[in-house]
């Protein structure tokens, strides 16, 4: 004879075992949100960072044709007219760059 054991799952059992596993999905789930998540803030990190400097750096272009245009030295301090047309320029940059980067 042949003794082979068919073994029998109750219903119970079986619940359990389903409970365990979508337990076990759910947190491999949140895992890989977390992850996806950090990795898009680095990306969006790293785009800000980049868009500041090259934002400042053709605001700083724009100031030093304006300072040459009108005869100021760079030891020469600026007027209020370019204080204000920086301060400006630089808004507008980060408003761009926020609706680019962020998309707000």
Request: charged share 40%; proline share 1%.
């Amino acid at each position: 004879m042949d003794s082979t054991t068919v073994k029998m799952i109750t219903p119970a059992s079986r619940a359990a075992a389903l409970k365990r596993e979508k337990a076990a999905a759910a947190k491999l789930a949140r895992a890989a949100g977390k992850v996806a998540a950090a990795e898009r803030s680095a990306s969006d990190e790293a785009a800000w960072t980049e868009g500041v400097r090259k934002g400042r750096e053709t605001i700083d272009k724009k100031i030093a044709a304006v300072r040459k245009a009108m005869g100021l030295r760079k030891n020469e301090s600026d007027t209020s007219a370019i204080r204000e047309m920086k301060e400006r320029m630089e808004f507008e940059m980060m408003c761009a760059l926020r609706k680019d980067v962020l998309g707000k």
